[in-house]
């Protein structure tokens, strides 16, 4: 009777009708067979392939990259036809937002600052009146500005300055690194004395708007920066990498959003699973572990793809304290960005200390604030760095 007996516990324990057991399994489906298989082509997933598909996806996104190029070319040879022609930013005193494109030559296959400057002028055209005080200025760094080529084309349709070749020269013992912050600095300076904007959008040449980003700024600066703790922040970066937007990052406001996510979707599932298994009542173990799944689950797959639902509505974008790392698109108001070069020009760049780590260094040293929005309103697109040489280039 006891040999028979003794079976029994573990056979009622390994019921399906078991939670436990349900759970169990319930991972392992999706943890050991659904999601390697239906994410092993997402870029900046867990379960990411590399070894698969880095070489061919980064090799699709160059020929890509090269189309779209073409065809921002084309775009602007268009607008060059009888009656279409528009030079932007002739007639513009004081915009509300000026929108700065930085560029440099490299890889004119790709035509790049073409790219940037045909979605932006598209966006503008079709943004229609709320749109009526932007204007857009192009910034040529290139230090021989005659051999921009695309620098060139653009300067017939919208407002172009140079930073080289009239009395300004390279000092020859620049680094390269220091003459970026001097680019910097310049088309930061010439925005402000130029135009005498209200906001100044100083974007890299490798930098797409996203369709969006009109519609999205007019809401952040009109409704959310006009909250007092938002207010006279020194920057605010519309883009951050996505392969650093995980939430496994040394970043507090991540981890309270992590399980912020945790406690709704696990509150969620836990509801929908008692009425599922007609259970009367929800408790607490149930809540936690739909909570741990649902926090693993949005982790391993990508935060950075949970974050493009909140592109359905300007409202539902998130500003955040700022991280390091990269300048492709900053957001600058009149009176941070005087500040800004202030503090600019008392740095000196080098290896190990660019641009961006210079920016963001000013947070600790001088006692200001920042942020970032999320999603990104931009796409960088650039895979070729006018720092570093990279023959070979990869999308991670």
């Not at 883009?239 to 912020?260: C, K």
């Given at each position: 009777m006891l040999l028979r007996g003794f079976p029994q516990p573990w056979g009622r324990l390994c019921r399906w009708s078991n939670p436990f057991v349900q759970s169990f399994a319930l991972m392992v489906v999706t943890?050991?067979?659904?999601?390697p298989l239906t994410c092993q082509q997402f870029l900046y997933s867990y379960?990411?392939?590399?070894?698969?598909?880095?070489?061919?996806?980064?090799?699709?996104?160059?020929?890509?990259?090269?189309?779209e190029g073409l065809r921002a070319l084309r775009y602007f040879e268009r607008l060059r036809t009888p009656n279409t022609s528009e030079r932007l930013g002739s007639d513009a005193f004081h915009p509300w937002l000026l929108i700065t494109i930085i560029t440099v030559q490299r890889h004119p296959e790709f035509h790049y600052v073409l790219q940037v400057a045909s979605r932006f002028h598209r966006l503008l055209q079709e943004c229609g009146p709320p749109c009526r005080r932007h204007q857009i200025l192009l910034c040529n760094v290139e230090t021989d500005p005659g051999s921009h080529w695309d620098a060139k084309l653009l300067s017939s349709f919208m407002s172009t300055v140079n930073h080289y070749g009239g009395r300004e020269k390279v000092e020859l013992s620049l680094n390269q690194f220091e003459k970026e912050k001097q680019d910097y600095i310049y088309c930061l300076e010439k925005s402000l004395q130029a135009y005498n904007p209200e906001y100044v959008l100083l974007v890299e040449d490798d930098a797409v708007p996203e369709e969006e980003i009109f519609p999205v700024l007019h809401h952040l600066l009109q409704v959310r920066f006009s909250k007092a703790h938002l207010q006279d922040a020194l920057y605010v970066k519309?883009?951050?990498?996505?392969?650093?937007?995980?939430?496994?990052?040394?970043?507090?406001?991540?981890?309270?959003?992590?399980?912020?996510?945790?406690m709704f979707l696990g509150s969620l599932l836990g509801f929908i699973y008692a009425g599922v298994s007609s259970r009367s009542s929800l408790s607490w173990p149930i809540v936690l572990f739909f909570a741990l799944y649902s926090m693993l689950l949005v982790e391993l797959v990508g935060r950075h793809y949970f974050l493009e639902l909140r592109r359905l509505a300007p409202p539902l974008y998130s500003i955040a304290p700022v991280t390091e790392c990269c300048t492709p698109a900053m957001l600058f108001s009149a009176s941070s960005a005087r500040r800004a070069l202030g503090y600019l020009k008392e740095l000196h760049c080098r290896p190990g200390f660019a641009k961006d780590t210079a920016i963001y260094s000013l947070l600790r040293t001088k006692g200001e604030r920042a942020f970032v929005v999320e999603p990104n309103l931009v796409r960088h697109v650039g895979m070729f760095s006018s720092l570093r040489m990279n023959g070979s280039p990869k999308l991670l």
């Open positions: 943890f050991g067979v659904l999601a379960f990411y392939v590399r070894r698969w598909y880095l070489r061919p996806m980064s090799q699709e996104f160059l020929k890509q990259n090269q189309e519309l883009y951050h990498p996505e392969r650093l937007q995980r939430y496994i990052n040394p970043e507090p406001m991540r981890i309270l959003e992590w399980l912020g996510v945790g």
